[in-house]
């Protein structure tokens, strides 16, 4: 690691992130593996997107970069409403997942914009992995 400020806190949140995340999928049949895997990654996409569009970016980086791109129309198309019929149309029977993630991706942009004043790579991608975890544990246990 080359961040010296990367604590024990961190690498427990990583274990618990991708522990809890791979425990959902054992718990699933085989067969359903791959789509549980699609649709979460689906989800990510949203999140990310949803946390991205049109928020101020923080910092120097690839959240500073790809903020003009993210504040257009067509990043709306492409990263949340293609995303979220596909997620309809091909996972019906997670619709409520796909609801409940918007619903906190908008929750969660109040609160980034309310602590951070914004957003940078760091917060969009650590908080789609999060959201994948969490699309897989309602994957496991449905609503």
Same mark, same amino acid.
């Given at each position: ?8 806190? @961190?690498? &427990?949140? $990583? #274990?618990? %992130?991708?522990? +809890?995340?791979?425990?959902? *999928?054992?718990? !699933?049949?085989?067969? /359903? ?37 993210? @504040?257009? &129309?067509? $990043? #709306?198309? %492409?990263?949340? +409403?293609?995303?979220?019929? *596909?997620?309809? !149309?091909?996972?019906? /029977? ?39 975890? &969490? ?9």
């Amino acid at each position: 690691m080359k961040d010296p400020s990367v604590g024990a806190g @961190s690498i &427990f949140i $990583f #274990f618990a %992130v991708y522990g +809890l995340g791979l425990g959902a *999928l054992f718990s !699933l049949k085989a067969s /359903e593996v791959p789509l549980a895997i699609l649709f979460s990654q689906i989800i990510d996409v949203i999140f990310m997107s949803v946390v991205f569009y049109r928020n101020v970016a923080i910092g120097d980086g690839f959240g500073k970069f790809f903020s003009p791109v993210a @504040s257009r &129309f067509g $990043f #709306f198309v %492409v990263g949340i +409403l293609i995303p979220f019929f *596909l997620s309809v !149309l091909f996972f019906p /029977e997670f619709i409520p997942v796909t609801v409940i993630s918007l619903l906190i991706a908008f929750t969660w942009i109040l609160f980034l914009t309310h602590v951070f004043k914004g957003v940078n790579g760091d917060i969009v991608g650590s908080s789609g992995e999060i959201r994948r975890m &969490f699309a897989l544990l309602l994957i496991m246990n449905p609503i």
